[in-house]
T-cell receptor, first 111, second 112 residues
Framework: KQEVTQIPAALSVPEGENLVLNCSFT??????LQWFRQDPGKGLTSLLLIQSSQREQTSGRLNASLDKSSGRSTLYIAASQPGDSATYLC??????????FGKGTRLHILP | ETGVTQTPRHLVMGMTNKKSLKCEQH?????MYWYKQSAKKPLELMFV???????ENNSVPSRFSPECPNSSHLFLHLHTLQPEDSALYLC???????????FGPGTRLTVT
């Protein structure tokens, strides 16, 4: 069964800290992996997309890595800010067009 | 307007009502998606349309009926829903089925 797991489910850290969110998937035959953020009651905002041939992608203070062999992706957030508070979702897209989301990590940055 | 828009943003309907959700994308994409987000559950993919043809239906109950009249518009027709269908319904689009997806703001549906 194809599953996507995100750990931790919730995280609170002081402003300014660097942090890592984890995403693991059971089936490594992925096509690509996408990280999103979701603010309460709103839709998803795409953060980073990593193709299966890539190992990482960077956008500003965000860096996402992909290790297919171990079935893991991490989202690294540098110098966290209160505006980073949101739920972060990982989605794995497979070649048969199946898309599976994790349950997300609720991040709270303490001012 | 730019991006992906959804209307209405909020909808309350009775179990015997018929309503429709609308999604429109202004990105020139050719794939569109409907997702359901329930409390404390992972986001669930409901339908995928590519080039206006349905390519995936994840065993969604027939009380949900999608329609994609063209590559820019996607509808989700609702009828005889159940209270457990109350959720946030999100629409997304992408350049192709396996490319980066862009989401709309969602429709918060409450079934009474």
């Amino acid at each position: 069964k194809q599953e996507v797991t995100q750990i931790p489910a919730a995280l609170s850290v002081p402003e300014g800290e660097n942090l890592v969110l984890n995403c693991s998937f059971t089936d490594s035959a992925i096509y690509n992996l996408q990280w999103f953020r979701q603010d309460p009651g709103k839709g998803l905002t795409s953060l980073l997309l990593i193709q299966s041939s890539q190992r990482e992608q960077t956008s500003g203070r965000l860096n996402a890595s992909l290790d297919k062999s171990s079935g893991r992706s991490t989202l690294y957030i540098a110098a966290s800010q209160p505006g980073d508070s949101a739920t972060y979702l990982c989605a794995v897209i497979y070649r048969d067009d199946k898309i599976i989301f994790g349950k997300g990590t609720r991040l709270h940055i303490l001012p | 307007e730019t991006g992906v828009t959804q209307t209405p943003r909020h909808l309350v309907m009775g179990m015997t009502n018929k309503k429709s959700l609308k999604c429109e994308q202004h990105l020139g994409h050719n794939a569109m998606y409907w997702y359901k987000q329930s409390a404390k559950k992972p986001l669930e993919l409901m339908f995928v349309y590519s080039l206006e043809e349905r390519v995936e239906n994840n065993s969604v109950p027939s009380r949900f009926s999608p329609e994609c009249p063209n590559s820019s518009h996607l509808f989700l027709h609702l009828h005889t829903l159940q209270p457990e269908d109350s959720a946030l319904y999100l629409c997304a689009s992408s350049r192709g089925e396996s490319y980066e997806q862009y989401f709309g703001p969602g429709t918060r549906l409450t079934v009474t």
